[in-house]
Nanobody, 124 residues
């Protein structure tokens, strides 16, 4: 069955960096688009970014553009989220998700499998 397992979250000071990983199994990772989302307490799930199967196409929300970078290693079935210059407002649970198709979207409804999430807390 499809499994997505995030890791790498934690507590970091503002201005610091974290690298999240998402290990995938149970599907053909190398042909799947992947996305990252986050959800803060009391807020809706928010798009962070996506990457296509070949890493030739990435997209980011305006709130993280220039600070966050998504990459993937198809040999390791893993997608990464490098987060730099972190701000307290980046505090959230971060989720990776598998796209329904090769088409990439910023809508959570376009993703059919989700990981359990990893907590990122940025202190001021």
């Amino acid at each position: 069955q499809v499994q997505l397992v995030e890791s790498g979250g934690g507590l970091v000071q503002a201005g610091g960096s974290l690298r999240l990983s998402c290990a995938a199994s149970g599907f053909t990772f190398s042909s799947s688009g992947m996305g990252w989302f986050r959800q803060a307490p009391g807020k809706e799930r928010e798009f962070v970014g996506f990457i296509n199967w070949s890493s030739s196409n990435t997209g980011y929300s305006d709130s993280v553009k220039g600070r966050f970078t998504i990459s993937r290693d198809n040999a390791e079935n893993t997608v990464y989220l490098q987060m730099n210059s972190l701000k307290p407002e980046d505090t959230a649970v971060y989720y990776c998700a598998k796209s329904r198709s090769a088409f990439l979207s910023d809508s959570p409804s376009w993703y059919n499998y989700w990981g359990q999430g990893t907590q990122v807390t940025v202190s001021s």
